[in-house]
Each structure stands twice: as structure tokens, then as C-alpha cells.
């Protein structure tokens, strides 16, 4: 009789140690993801994306407010749009943890895509499962899932587009049409998630239309494939290209800017005692977006000495929101 320290847990002969690890991974990730959401208070980039929402609005004007003003799609804001009137419907709290809640939830969805891509590629388990608590546990990817913005959303997408490119090249037979129809809408949706996601999709569908043409002739069906499923992700896109066409027109004619230019200054100006001057390149890069002035400091104070007036103690920025 096998000791009880030998035995696998198993179940019908089978170890359930491959399902189990991956399994307890993803949920020490989900809960790390969901600890202590409210412990901060919104800041700036959260505090623009929770405005959008803030009068609970309709969808439609949600959506209106997004293409007017933010260079990035509606997805994550029609999400948490929808998280905010369930919340009210059902008499829920509505703070800043559980703003957060949407992100935590598609931080923790990315896992199981990150685990399956890392199978697919490495066709092993345990680097499968290695990727997955890399992931789980990385400190960037916990930071972006407790933030009230789209960079969750991003990667909760991105696997499955890979997953499903990587799916196209099967050994042999036609492409697995499940994972065809999951690459589309992974793909559309993460379009229609942050404007860099253009980047993304078009490169690596790029790539899988150049290998298609190029074997084109030995895998005539996987060519037409690639080309019916390319066309539809752009039909799905394409509503969205108007409006982001619209952004750069507007952009460039200074409507976006124009309307904020001159109040912000006026302000300053009737402070008493306050000596108003103007940066030398007032409308440049501040060099201190996001993280940039902590992962590129030498480069952040170059830009900052440039733009900064000569004699000038204190540099003023106004947010209006």
C-alpha cells in the first residue's frame, strides 16, 4: 500500500499537480490583484479616466466623451461604465477600491492567456507554469492591474491575439476556426483598447500576412484564411479609424489645447506678488510623463533644463479637470 507522502494527488489514475500548480498561481495572483484596491486615493491619470463616469452618464455619451476628448478608445471607459451603473442599480458603493475592482479583474484574467501562450510556445508545462508566476507575482504587472486606466485590459488581450497567430500554423489541416474567431475579437478589442494597441496589432498580423504570402503557394487555404480574418479585424476597426482621424485634425488646428491655453495663465497672473513667466517651449514635452523622469532621469533633466526660464525657483503646472 502506497504511503500517503508517495501518492500524487490523483484522480482516476491521473496527477492533478498539472492543473493544480498553474491553478493555485493564478489565484494567489487574483487575490494579490484585489488586496487593499482603496488604500490610495485616485491620482491624476486615474482621477481623467473616473470623470468620464462621474455623472453616470449614458453609454452613448460615455462613448462621445472618449472621442472628443482622449486619444485613446472606448473600451476600458464603456466597462467601467457598465461597472458603475450595476453598482448603482444594486445600491453598491462606489469609491476609489471599487473603481479600481475592473482592472483587479483584468489583471488577474490575463494570467490564464499568459499561461496558455507560454504552453503553446514552449510546448512544456513547467515553463508554462514558470511564465505564469513570473507574471502573477511581477510587480509591474500587480501595479497596472490596481490602476484605474485600460493597461490591464491590454493585457488581458494581448496573449490571446498571439495565442490564436500562433494557432494559424498548425502542423497540418486548416487553421482551428474556435481560435481563428478568438484572435478576431481579441484582436478588435484590444484595438478599441488604447491607441498603441494599433502598433501592436498591426505588427504582429503584419507578420502573420507576410509568412502567409510567402507560403502562400504550399498552404494556399492558411494564405486565404489570413486574408479573411485580416479584413475583418480591420471592418471592426474601422468605425473607430473616423473618429481617430478626426483627433488628429483637431489636434493639429489646436481645438483640444486652444480652449485651455490661455485661462490657466490669466489665473496665474492675478496671484499677487507671482512673477509670471512663460517656458521657453511651453508647448514640448515636459519629460515627465508617467514614469519616464524615474526610468530615463539624465534624459528628463536635459528636457526639463531646455524648456525651464532662466532664474525661475518654482515652474507651475495647471490641471484642469
Same mark, same amino acid.
Given at each position: 500500500?502506497?504511503?500517503?507522502?508517495?501518492?500524487?494527488?490523483?484522480?482516476?489514475?491521473?496527477?492533478?499537480?498539472?492543473?493544480?500548480?498553474?491553478?493555485?498561481?493564478?489565484?494567489?495572483?487574483?487575490?494579490? @490583484?484585489?488586496?487593499?484596491?482603496?488604500?490610495?486615493?485616485?491620482?491624476?491619470?486615474?482621477?481623467?479616466?473616473?470623470?468620464?463616469?462621474?455623472?453616470?452618464?449614458?453609454?452613448?455619451?460615455?462613448?462621445? @466623451?472618449?472621442?472628443?476628448?482622449?486619444?485613446?478608445?472606448?473600451?476600458?471607459?464603456?466597462?467601467?461604465?457598465?461597472?458603475?451603473?450595476?453598482? @448603482?442599480?444594486?445600491?453598491?458603493?462606489?469609491?476609489?477600491?471599487?473603481?479600481?475592482?475592473?482592472?483587479?479583474?483584468?489583471?488577474?484574467?490575463?494570467?490564464?492567456?499568459?499561461?496558455?501562450?507560454?504552453?503553446?510556445?514552449?510546448?512544456? @508545462?513547467?515553463?508554462?507554469?514558470?511564465?505564469?508566476?513570473?507574471?502573477?507575482?511581477?510587480?509591474?504587472?500587480?501595479?497596472?492591474?490596481?490602476?484605474?486606466?485600460?493597461?490591464?485590459?491590454?493585457?488581458?488581450?494581448?496573449?490571446?491575439?498571439?495565442?490564436?497567430?500562433?494557432?494559424?500554423?498548425?502542423?497540418?489541416?486548416?487553421?482551428?476556426?474556435?481560435?481563428?474567431?478568438?484572435?478576431?475579437?481579441?484582436?478588435?478589442?484590444?484595438?478599441?483598447?488604447?491607441?498603441?494597441?494599433?502598433?501592436?496589432?498591426?505588427?504582429?498580423?503584419?507578420?502573420?500576412?507576410?509568412?502567409?504570402?510567402?507560403?502562400?503557394?504550399?498552404?494556399?487555404?492558411?494564405?486565404?484564411?489570413?486574408?479573411?480574418?485580416?479584413?475583418?479585424?480591420?471592418?471592426?476597426?474601422?468605425?473607430?479609424?473616423?473618429?481617430?482621424?478626426?483627433?488628429?485634425?483637431?489636434?493639429?488646428?489646436?481645438?483640444?489645447?486652444?480652449?485651455?491655453?490661455?485661462?490657466?495663465?490669466?489665473?496665474?497672473?492675478?496671484?499677487?506678488?507671482?512673477?509670471?513667466?512663460?517656458?521657453?517651449?511651453?508647448?514640448?514635452?515636459?519629460?515627465?510623463?508617467?514614469?519616464?523622469?524615474?526610468?530615463?532621469?539624465?534624459?528628463?533633466?536635459?528636457?526639463?533644463?531646455?524648456?525651464?526660464?532662466?532664474?525661475?525657483?518654482?515652474?507651475?503646472?495647471?490641471?484642469?479637470?
Amino acid at each position: 500500500m502506497a504511503s500517503v507522502g508517495s501518492a500524487a494527488v490523483a484522480r482516476g489514475g491521473k496527477s492533478l499537480l498539472p492543473v493544480l500548480t498553474p491553478a493555485l498561481a493564478a489565484l494567489a495572483g487574483t487575490v494579490i @490583484r484585489f488586496w487593499d484596491l482603496g488604500r490610495q486615493s485616485l491620482w491624476q491619470d486615474e482621477i481623467h479616466t473616473a470623470i468620464y463616469v462621474r455623472d453616470f452618464p449614458s453609454l452613448w455619451e460615455v462613448i462621445h @466623451r472618449v472621442a472628443t476628448w482622449d486619444l485613446h478608445a472606448p473600451l476600458y471607459y464603456v466597462l467601467l461604465w457598465a461597472e458603475v451603473w450595476a453598482r @448603482r442599480l444594486l445600491a453598491l458603493p462606489i469609491t476609489d477600491g471599487t473603481l479600481r475592482e475592473l482592472s483587479a479583474f483584468l489583471g488577474a484574467a490575463a494570467l490564464p492567456g499568459i499561461y496558455c501562450l507560454s504552453k503553446k510556445i514552449f510546448q512544456n @508545462r513547467g515553463w508554462a507554469w514558470g511564465a505564469l508566476v513570473l507574471a502573477a507575482f511581477n510587480m509591474f504587472a500587480i501595479y497596472y492591474s490596481q490602476e484605474l486606466r485600460m493597461y490591464a485590459a491590454i493585457l488581458a488581450l494581448a496573449p490571446w491575439v498571439l495565442y490564436s497567430q500562433l494557432a494559424l500554423w498548425t502542423p497540418a489541416g486548416a487553421p482551428d476556426k474556435k481560435m481563428a474567431a478568438v484572435g478576431v475579437a481579441a484582436s478588435v478589442l484590444l484595438l478599441y483598447a488604447s491607441l498603441v494597441c494599433t502598433f501592436f496589432v498591426a505588427g504582429t498580423w503584419s507578420a502573420v500576412f507576410v509568412f502567409a504570402w510567402l507560403e502562400r503557394k504550399v498552404h494556399p487555404k492558411k494564405w486565404r484564411w489570413v486574408l479573411g480574418l485580416s479584413a475583418l479585424i480591420l471592418l471592426g476597426y474601422l468605425p473607430w479609424v473616423g473618429v481617430i482621424w478626426r483627433q488628429s485634425l483637431a489636434l493639429k488646428a489646436g481645438v483640444w489645447t486652444g480652449m485651455v491655453i490661455d485661462q490657466p495663465r490669466e489665473l496665474l497672473k492675478l496671484v499677487p506678488g507671482l512673477q509670471y513667466s512663460e517656458l521657453t517651449e511651453a508647448d514640448a514635452c515636459c519629460g515627465s510623463a508617467g514614469t519616464y523622469n524615474i526610468v530615463k532621469p539624465d534624459m528628463s533633466d536635459r528636457i526639463l533644463q531646455r524648456i525651464g526660464p532662466t532664474g525661475t525657483s518654482v515652474i507651475s503646472s495647471v490641471v484642469l479637470i
